[in-house]
């Protein structure tokens, strides 16, 4: 039996989900996700952070225009508090460091949410799990925090259902094809589905799923990045007063950490290209974020109690792609978003679902569509 619906979005990740809910305000939405459950891959793999100053100049938008937005999602979705105030103290360590955040401060200087410049000794203060006198230069992201991205993605899912639309597991998008003016979409055993635009939000599988569909690819390259949690001997050295232990990133982006629980985050901030796949931490870049996030804190660290791996895909710009190729209508993009998937969600969700419906951006997303567009690659 041949099912038919406004919007077919491919992809149960932060992405699908979110521009799925956003698509259903106005549109019959069906949701497909290849495993038979959502967000197992980079969704719920990811640090779980919101960080302006973060990414491109475009991303960094995106980010700051997505902060007010969390608040109104949580209240508009019945979800908890999304975000967690958790200040990022990026820190240099040596001279690669202090140049890599000489240009940062430079480069995002008077944009709203950009880190701000602080001593070394008040860096120390923030986060005393530091070795005293090795950091040579720091900056402060106040606006920072953790993300509940569970619930964050689950309200998305909650509010797609009660709109009506329709969320579908364990259904694999195994053909893509043109049908009159639209698309015929074949995925898993409930029949093929009749729709007049396609969302690719399948993550690193974008440009697999766009292949199925004799669509250009936009040349994503997933990347894998490793994050473990270790065991901190002394647990209260990650104390601090305020109770506020800062993120630490180090400006060169060779590692950062924060607290989990009564251990310790740590990732030695990999981009490893790998094809898509269900990827698997590998051991020396574990042992990699141990070694360099105990050079810097002496805190002892040497038991992993677990650790995985997620794919970060980026086309070689580094912004998302959003759009459709003007030879393939009604195939849209919602991909590419490398780390900033989860942090930027709820401004790039409302933008991409202006793309697809023709209508205005949103004006809290002040962002030109030829800036995410596929034509610009």
Known sequence: MTHS????????????????????????????????ALARHSTARSAATYIPGHGTRPVRALIVASGPRFARLAAELDAPPL??????????????????????????????????????????????????????????????????????????VRGLRRRGGTVRAAARVTAIERSGSGWRVHAGTGGPIDTPDVVDAAGAWADVVAGLAGVPRVGLVPLRRTIAVVRVPDPARLRVPDGRVPM????????????????????????????PHDVRPDELDVATALERVEAVTGLGLRSVRTSWAGLRSFVPDRRPVVGAWPDHPGFWFCAGQGGSGIESAPALSAFAAAVVTGEPVPADVPLDPATFSPTRL
């Open 248 to 275: 630490v990133r180090e400006a060169a982006e060779r590692f950062y950490f924060k607290p989990e629980g009564d251990g310790l985050l740590v990732s030695p901030a990999d981009e490893t290209p790998v094809e």
């Open 83 to 156: 975000l967690t105030p958790r200040p990022v103290v990026h820190v240099a360590v040596d001279a690669a460091g202090e140049a890599a955040l000489t240009t940062t401060l430079g480069e995002q200087a008077g944009e709203p949410g950009a880190p701000v410049s602080i001593d070394p000794t008040e860096a120390e203060r923030r986060c005393p799990m530091l070795v005293p006198g090795l950091v040579r230069a720091a900056a402060v992201v106040e606006g920072a925090a953790d993300v509940d991205t569970e619930a964050l993605h689950q309200a998305y």
């Open 5 to 36: 619906a406004d919007v077919v979005v491919i992809g149960g990740g932060i992405a699908g989900a979110s521009v799925a809910y956003e698509l259903s305000a106005s549109r019959s939405v069906v949701l497909l996700e290849a495993e038979t």
